[in-house]
């Protein structure tokens, strides 16, 4: 019995020696090997950098004792709503905002050993410094200065609703300006020093206090009501014109036709007058009335 347990003991240790010799990595992602604390690395000579040694999508192979640490090589997002207070920020007119933000990161090959060696707690650092540079960067923010508007410009031109709602309209009006100055501030202050590259700060929603959103509301609702009243008059004031002009262009043609009338009846008078028929076709015109009329008046000349 004692063979057979031997045999037993020694098949399930190199069992157990077999499993922790090797590993498998997923795709995308890589492994980096850790003997008693120490990181597999090698140092650049030029620059002192250090470069983990990384192992590929796949099966490996290891010592019993060393650690293998997984790390994923695809964007990843943090959520900045997790931080402490991370959700809100004060915008430059001391409002109070409502923020809904990602940050969206890919770790860098070269730079692994500054990821996952070179903080204590990577990623809380990470969702802390943005948090910090989102609540500067919305502090400052004052967006594009643009032309003011003319005062003849119609009434949706001339209502500038970033005035009239503070910064937060204007932040989420311009917040792609907003995007491109923490990208700017990323490639240029921070570039690959956490060992990861930032792609992008998504502000996914900004909202407002309630207060400042009841008084958004009512200020969109008047603004609607009005320019609903504008056009309704617009509407009536081209509807009185065009009616006028058809009205003005009606009574041209009366006149004109009158006009005609006239004159036709000017040439033929003429033509009798030459004639010396006037005074007989004048009479006989008296004698047609005369005849017609009900009531005669007669003038009698005074001696």
């Not at 192979?61 to 640490?69: D, L, N, S």
């Not at 990821?115 to 910090?132: K, M, N, Q, S, V």
């Not at 995007?179 to 490639?187: A, D, H, V, Y």
């Not at 509407?235 to 262009?249: D, H, K, P, S, T």
């Amino acid at each position: 019995m004692l063979p057979i347990g031997i045999v037993i003991g020694v098949a399930l240790f190199l069992v157990y020696v077999l499993a922790k010799s090797s590993f498998r990595v997923e795709e995308g992602h890589l492994a980096v090997l850790v003997e008693f604390g120490k990181a597999h690395h090698r140092v650049e000579e030029k620059t002192g950098k250090r470069v983990l040694r990384t192992y590929k999508p796949g099966l490996h192979w290891k010592r019993p004792w060393e650690r293998v640490v997984d790390v994923s090589m695809k964007e990843q997002t943090l959520d900045l709503n997790k931080e402490s207070g991370g959700g809100t920020a004060m915008a430059a007119d001391g409002t109070i905002l409502r923020l809904d933000s990602f940050v969206r990161y890919v770790p860098v090959e070269g730079d692994l050993y500054e990821h996952l060696f070179g903080l204590e707690r990577p990623i809380d650092h990470i969702t802390g410094l943005f948090t910090c540079l989102l609540r500067n960067e919305i502090a400052n923010f004052h967006g594009k200065s643009g032309p003011e508007p003319r005062e003849e410009a119609p009434l949706s031109t001339r209502f500038d609703f970033a005035d009239q709602a503070g910064s937060y309209a204007l932040i989420r009006r311009e917040r792609r300006l907003l995007n491109e100055r923490i990208e700017s501030f990323c490639r240029e202050r921070i570039d690959n020093q956490y060992g990861v590259r930032f792609n992008a700060v998504d502000l996914a929603d900004i909202l407002p206090p309630d207060e400042l959103a009841d008084a958004l509301n009512a200020v969109i609702q008047a603004h609607s009501e009005a320019e609903a009243l504008l056009h309704r008059t617009e509407a009536e004031c081209q509807q009185r014109i065009l009616a006028a002009e058809r009205g003005i262009a009606i009574y041209t043609a009366r006149s004109k036709a009158i006009e005609v009338e006239i004159e036709t009846l000017a040439r033929f008078l003429a033509e009798l007058d030459e004639r010396g028929v006037l005074d007989a076709y004048v009479a006989r015109r008296r004698a047609e009335v005369t005849s017609e009329s009900r009531t005669l008046f007669l003038k009698e000349n005074a001696e």
